[in-house]
Nanobody, 126 residues
Framework: QVQLVESGGGLVQAGGSLRLSCAAS????????MGWFRQAPGKERDLVAA????????YYVDSVKGRFTISRDNAKNTVYLQMNSLKPEDTAVYYC???????????????????WGQGTQVSVSS
């Protein structure tokens, strides 16, 4: 079983930055592929970024490329999402997700993730 706890959300003006963190309870965090998803009101939950457990492979949805960076610290059982140049359309509840994977693999579909955090609200004002 894996418990995930997100933090770092908040209210920021357009153009600002936030860093989200997701701490995992599992000792074998380094065997987990991780992802960040977001869900805006009335919309589906969509992938934002994903990272392999080695940290060597990452994936970003087009709308955040060049602005967001996913990273992980396996010694701290934590994955991060650095969000720069935030836009009002980035407003959503952000969730981290995890699932065991091979070292260089990540998942891009939410149904491939078995473990989810409770979410953290990110609001970007114009």
């Amino acid at each position: 079983q894996v418990q995930l706890v997100e933090s770092g959300g908040g209210l920021v003006q357009a153009g600002g930055s936030l860093r989200l963190s997701c701490a995992a309870s599992r000792r074998t965090f380094s065997s987990l592929a991780m992802g960040w998803f977001r869900q805006a009101p009335g919309k589906e939950r969509d992938l934002v970024a994903a990272i392999s457990w080695s940290g060597g492979n990452t994936y970003y949805v087009d709308s955040v490329k060049g602005r967001f960076t996913i990273s992980r610290d396996n010694a701290k059982n934590t994955v991060y999402l650095q969000m720069n140049s935030l836009k009002p359309e980035d407003t959503a509840v952000y969730y981290c997700a995890a699932n065991p994977a091979r070292p260089e693999d990540y998942y891009t579909i939410q149904y491939d993730y078995n473990y989810w955090g409770q979410g953290t609200q990110v609001s970007v004002s114009s």
